[in-house]
């Protein structure tokens, strides 16, 4: 059974960091796509981040270039994203998704998602 868990979500100042994880089982994550989405309240679901199958290169939104990271460990068959001097307007539930043989992640379909984690960024 595929499942991915999202953790590391929070509660962090403006200019703060969170580390979020999604950790994948039943199947092997190096030949996924992973991406990473938001929600904010009231809005719709947007790309933040992704990181191609297999070597695949990475794609950023532009409102998170140059603060957000995303990387994966295919030991631990889980992927991440580090971010870092955070704004009020990265608040939402975070989400990731894969989609298998996908080396060009950006502007594509995922099948797989995971449950969320709440970021909130406030003072």
């Known amino acids: 059974q595929l499942q991915l868990v999202e953790s590391g979500g929070g509660l962090v100042q403006p200019g703060g960091s969170l580390r979020l994880s999604c950790a994948a089982s039943?199947?092997?994550?190096?030949?996924?796509?992973i991406g990473w989405f938001r929600q904010a309240p009231g809005k719709e679901r947007e790309g933040v981040s992704c990181?191609?199958?297999?070597?695949?290169?990475?794609n950023y939104a532009d409102s998170v270039k140059g603060r957000f990271t995303i990387s994966r460990d295919n030991g631990k068959n889980a992927v991440y994203l580090q971010m870092n001097s955070l704004k009020p307007e990265d608040t939402g539930i975070y989400y990731c998704a894969v989609e298998p043989l996908l080396p060009q992640c950006w502007d594509a379909e995922y099948d797989y998602w995971g449950q969320g984690t709440q970021v909130t960024v406030s003072s």
């Open positions: 039943g199947f092997t994550l190096d030949y996924y796509a």
């Open positions: 990181i191609g199958s297999s070597g695949g290169s990475s």
